[in-house]
């Protein structure tokens, strides 16, 4: 079983940047395709992000597209988000998740369900 942690977090004003990383222990990263979800109050949990095992293939969700990468390094057993040109949107709990069996081109991939581990969450506020 794989345990991720999330960091990097925090508040920004509009227009800022921000990396977030997750780290994991109890495995090694190669065999998952990793995943970046989001959650604001209220809303259902949003895909963001996901890539696949080597790092070759990316997904975005419409709504980052063009200002978030997704990357790994998996020698470091870590997954990455960056956000630039950070809106008020952009506010929510983002969670890291992994998953053994998807692949990204899998329908179910922008699924929260299809995702078997999950983070604990990193809170991102972005002021205007």
């Known amino acids: 079983q794989v345990h991720l942690v999330e960091s990097g977090g925090g508040l920004v004003q509009v227009g800022a940047s921000l990396r977030l990383s997750c780290a994991a222990s109890?495995?090694?990263?190669?065999?998952?395709?990793m995943g970046w979800f989001r959650q604001a109050p209220g809303k259902e949990r949003e895909f963001v992000a996901a890539i696949s095992r080597n790092g070759v293939g990316t997904r975005y969700g419409d709504s980052v597209k063009g200002r978030f990468t997704v990357s790994r390094d998996n020698a470091k057993n870590t997954v990455y988000l960056q956000m630039n040109s950070l809106k008020p949107d952009d506010t929510a709990v983002y969670y890291c998740?992994?998953?053994?069996?998807?692949?990204?081109?899998?329908?179910?991939?922008?699924?929260?369900?299809?995702?078997?581990?999950w983070g604990q969450g990193t809170q991102v506020t972005v002021s205007s």
């Open positions: 998740a992994g998953d053994r069996d998807l692949y990204i081109t899998n329908t179910g991939t922008s699924t929260p369900g299809s995702w078997d581990y």
């Open positions: 109890g495995r090694t990263l190669n065999n998952y395709v």
